[in-house]
């Protein structure tokens, strides 16, 4: 079945650092990407999404592109702040499918 | 406007009980997803809810575990006789229609299994 793959964490960033998460995917065809941020406790957040190759999702100083040819979606910041601590999650969807698939997660902490 | 709303937060419960975890989705979603997520995992699909119908239930435990989302009130997640390996935190997202994007969780129930 698909699968998709993030870098393992933890990280752990000064404040104003610059931030990538990679993340690639499996499924074929032209799957919607999406990033979920998780702060603790809480549930799952959308943080952006991209739905046809080269859409650039962003949100909130986050960035990822849909790259068809390396099957990537890759999130960058380029200052991180202590509160983007958190958990990030890479997820892809089918089209006309109603089933995420979901990436382990990355711990991220942010130190001042 | 209210979002995904479960409840309990927290559930704990003896081996061999039950638990009932409890999903109201957004108002006027009438789509409805559950999700486990395991420590140190991502979360894996288990069932797709419409009103009064089950979808997909590929993801769930076809022993002791039941969905359900009736006409009225909210979706219910079942485990019966509940074992170690069921603690984990069960999320539930919702949809105005059967697709991926958007989906918008709620902040989960924990279950823990003594």
């Known amino acids: 079945g698909d699968s998709v793959t993030q870098m393992e964490g933890p990280v752990t960033l000064s404040e104003e650092a610059f931030l990538t998460i990679n993340c690639t995917y499996t499924?074929?065809?032209?799957?919607?990407l999406f990033w979920y941020v998780q702060y603790p406790g809480e549930g799952l957040q959308l943080l952006l999404k991209?739905?046809?190759?080269?859409d650039k999702g962003s949100n909130k100083g986050f960035e990822a592109t849909y790259r068809k040819e390396t099957t990537s979606f890759h999130l960058e910041k380029g200052s991180v702040q202590v509160s983007d601590s958190a958990v990030y999650f890479c997820a892809e969807g089918g089209a006309g499918s109603y089933q995420l698939t979901f990436g382990k997660g990355t711990k991220l902490s942010v130190i001042p | 406007n209210a979002g995904v709303m479960q409840n309990p937060r927290h559930l704990v419960r003896r081996r061999g009980q039950e638990a009932r975890l409890r999903c109201s989705p957004v108002k006027g979603h009438s789509h409805v997803y559950w999700y486990r997520q395991l420590p140190e995992e991502g979360l894996k699909f288990m069932v797709y809810?419409?009103?009064?119908?089950?979808?997909?239930e590929s993801g769930m435990p076809k022993e002791r575990f039941s969905a359900e989302f009736p006409k009225e009130g909210p979706s219910i997640l079942r485990i019966q006789q509940v074992v170690r390996g069921d603690s984990a935190a069960y999320f539930c997202?919702?949809?105005?229609?059967?697709?991926?994007?958007?989906?918008?969780f709620g902040d989960g129930t924990r279950l823990s299994i003594l």
């Open positions: 809810l419409q009103k009064e119908n089950i979808i997909d």
């Open positions: 499924a074929t065809g032209y799957p919607s």
């Open positions: 997202a919702s949809s105005t229609d059967g697709s991926v994007g958007p989906q918008h």
């Open positions: 991209a739905t046809k190759a080269d």
